[in-house]
């Protein structure tokens, strides 16, 4: 059982930059590749961007490809998104995922524990 909380969010003019964390419970985090998805109001939960156990591997959406980057500590459990660049269409929750597994997926349904997610609201 994983248990996922995500911080960071917050209201951030177009341009800018904030940084989601995502602190995961249990001592096998690093077991686990994990995930950043998001949803808008009245959309589907899309992916963001996934990174492998061990944070060799990562993977983006086109859409935050050489905007956003995603990284972890394993010693502290957390995974974090940095996002810079920000665009009001970048308005969305974020929720953190996790799936134990070695290898990276894009799919919602691929993954076993979510966040609560954290509003980001970009403002033009």
């Known amino acids: 059982q994983v248990q996922l909380v995500e911080s960071g969010g917050g209201l951030v003019q177009a341009g800018g930059s904030l940084r989601l964390s995502c602190a995961a419970s249990g001592r096998t985090f690093s077991w686990y590749a994990m995930g950043w998805f998001r949803q808008a109001p009245e959309s589907e939960r899309e992916f963001v961007a996934t990174i492998s156990w061990s944070g060799g591997r990562t993977y983006y959406a086109d859409s935050v490809k050489g905007r956003f980057s995603i990284s972890r500590d394993n010693a502290k459990n957390t995974v974090y998104l940095q996002m810079d660049s920000l665009k009001p269409e970048d308005t969305a929750v974020y929720y953190c995922?996790?799936?134990?597994?070695?290898?990276?997926?894009?799919?919602?349904?691929?993954?076993?524990?979510w966040g609560q997610g954290t509003q980001v609201t970009v403002s033009s």
């Open positions: 995922a996790a799936r134990r597994d070695a290898r990276l997926f894009v799919d919602v349904e691929k993954y076993d524990y």
